[in-house]
Structures are given as structure tokens and as C-alpha cells.
């Protein structure tokens, strides 16, 4: 996404964070399924919305936001979170 190789600051409780590899499996699936296609040159014209259950740091939502997500909702149990 656009914002590639920033470092995320995580909480402190236990995570298990999504392997990168997996992570690329997912994004690489919605991106053929054709959830970003709306994107434009920067400008937020994507209808998706992406839900983000066991949030954690964010970072899976976080990159569908710098993919061109439209909104992003982030839940975790953890009050750290």
C-alpha cells in the first residue's frame, strides 16, 4: 500500500501477529476478487469497507486503508488495543 516499510507501535499485551506471507495471500485474493479497482490515482473512490476483528496493532487494517479502503473498523477485546 502507499504507505510501505513504516513501523508500527504495538501494545503490550501477548500478539500473534499475521505472518507476512499470509498476509500477502489475503491482500493478493481481495485485489482479485476486485476490491480495490475503484482506487484512482490516490483519491478515495473504493466502496470497500474493511472489519478488523482481533485488531491487535491494526496492521491488517491499516493496509487495507493504504490500499484505498474507504473505511476501516478496528475490535479487540484487549482494552490495550
Known amino acids: 500500500g502507499s504507505c510501505r516499510g513504516r513501523k508500527l507501535e504495538s501494545p503490550t499485551v501477548y500478539l500473534r501477529p499475521m505472518m507476512g506471507?499470509?498476509?500477502e495471500a489475503v491482500y493478493s485474493t481481495f485485489t482479485?476478487?476486485?476490491l480495490y479497482e475503484d482506487v484512482v490515482a490516490?483519491?478515495?473512490k473504493c466502496r470497500?469497507?474493511?472489519?478488523?476483528?482481533?485488531?491487535g496493532s491494526g496492521s491488517v487494517?491499516?493496509?487495507?486503508?493504504?490500499?484505498?479502503?474507504r473505511h476501516c473498523t478496528f475490535v479487540d477485546m484487549a482494552e490495550d488495543c
Do not use: M, N
Not at 48 to 55: E, M, P, V, Y
Open 32 to 34: 482479485s476478487f476486485g
Open 21 to 23: 506471507k499470509v498476509k
Open 42 to 44: 490516490g483519491s478515495i
Open 48 to 55: 470497500t469497507r474493511h472489519l478488523d476483528i482481533f485488531s
Open 61 to 69: 487494517g491499516l493496509e487495507s486503508l493504504s490500499r484505498g479502503v
